[in-house]
């Protein structure tokens, strides 16, 4: 009974590739986020969503974006990969003022 | 200065001992202040929260907050070999910024 999941859980791709991320909260959350987390295990918010509406969007570069078709799903495209790129993605939802959020098990991303 | 401030440890400690987890953070507009448990290779899972200026306990931890000082607290009682993880504080005003981390290695 996984709350928040993603897929894939390790990705490896080349420079200049597209991928997605898929996330999904079996919470019945109303708002879900992308974070990174660089080699060094900080944690950055990059973007979040409240019922499919864009809430936050933390000057991350217009190569990702993110779609939410609806509430439980967030997923996240990655337009010509680059190697500052590699790091684990986590996708996260939370109910209300948000301060409570679960994270997901984390897509680790590797560009080569 | 970084808006959040943890010392990244790494911290090794007997098992048995008594942990004291801290963050200082600049933002006077954090209302929130969590604490997280990342497991190697792991989401982060939250710990607990805390809203005002005190003490919350639940269990073996303790969350301290301190405004006046911009300062936050995590204690471990009684640690445990299975409390070896990465703690990070996240403070949230309307989204969640972490700190980056302390490294915690309990040895039985």
């Known amino acids: 009974d996984t709350a928040v999941s993603q897929t894939p859980k390790y990705l490896v791709t080349q420079m200049g590739n597209d991928k997605s991320i898929k996330c999904e909260q079996n919470?019945?959350?109303?708002?879900m986020y992308w974070y990174k987390q660089d080699s060094k295990k900080f944690l950055k918010i990059m973007f979040s969503?409240?019922?499919?509406?864009?809430?936050i969007n933390e000057t991350v570069p217009n190569r990702f974006s993110p779609k939410s078709p609806d509430k439980a799903h967030l997923n996240l495209h990655i337009n010509s990969l680059e190697l500052g790129d590699s790091a684990v993605y986590f996708c996260?939802?939370?109910?209300?003022?948000?301060?409570?959020?679960?994270f997901g098990p984390g897509t680790r991303l590797t560009v080569t | 200065q970084k808006e959040v401030e943890q010392d990244p440890g790494p911290l090794s400690v007997p098992e048995g001992a008594i942990v004291s987890l801290n963050c200082t953070y600049s933002?006077?507009?954090?209302?929130?202040f969590m604490w997280y448990r990342q497991y190697s290779r792991k989401g982060p899972e939250l710990l607990m929260y805390?809203?005002?200026?005190g003490n919350k306990e639940d269990g073996r931890f303790t969350a301290q907050v301190d405004k006046s000082s911009k300062y936050i607290s995590l204690f471990i009682r009684d640690s445990q070999p299975s409390d070896s993880a990465t703690y990070l504080c996240?403070?949230?005003?309307?989204?969640?910024?972490f700190g980056k981390g302390t490294l915690l290695t309990v040895n039985p």
């Open positions: 996240a403070m949230w005003d309307y989204k969640l910024t």
């Open positions: 996260a939802s939370g109910q209300g003022a948000d301060h409570e959020q679960y």
């Open positions: 919470l019945g959350h109303d708002t």
């Open positions: 805390t809203y005002s200026s």
């Open positions: 969503y409240n019922n499919k509406e864009l809430i």
């Open positions: 933002n006077s507009a954090f209302q929130y």
